[in-house]
Nanobody, 120 residues
Framework: QVQLVESGGGLVQAGGSLRLSCAAS????????MGWYRQAPGKQRELVADITSGGRSNYLDSVKGRFTISRDNAKKSVYLQMNSLETEDTGVYYC??????????????WGQGTQVTVSS
């Protein structure tokens, strides 16, 4: 059983910063890709950023230069440093892990989500 637990969301003023963390638990030998998605009210969930076990990252165009994704493979954790936050960044942020190798292979697992609210 793989679980992802997120933390670090909250309320911040525009221009401020937040750091999200996500830790995977369970019997896990490796995780291929870890990433962050977000869903704003009335909108579809979208990829914000992801990163492979080798460190290759990918970002949504609107967050490039403001957000930085990183991971600690030993801790099975992924982080999202969000700077210069904008009201459009408001939403529920979900952690996702793909290609989880343990005693059994798990294609993907999602966290429960953490709310990020950016006020003007």
């Amino acid at each position: 059983q793989v679980q992802l637990v997120e933390s670090g969301g909250g309320l911040v003023q525009a221009g401020g910063s937040l750091r999200l963390s996500c830790a995977a638990s369970g019997i896990i030998f490796s995780i291929n890709t870890m990433g962050w998605y977000r869903q704003a009210p009335g909108k579809q969930r979208e990829l914000v950023a992801d990163i492979t076990s080798g460190g290759r990252s990918n970002y949504l165009d609107s967050v490039k230069g403001r957000f930085t994704i990183s991971r600690d493979n030993a801790k099975k954790s992924v982080y999202l440093q969000m700077n210069s936050l904008e009201t459009e960044d408001t939403g529920v942020y979900y952690c996702k892990a793909e290609g989880i190798r343990g005693f059994v292979h798990v294609d993907e697992s999602w966290g429960q989500g953490t709310q990020v609210t950016v006020s003007s």
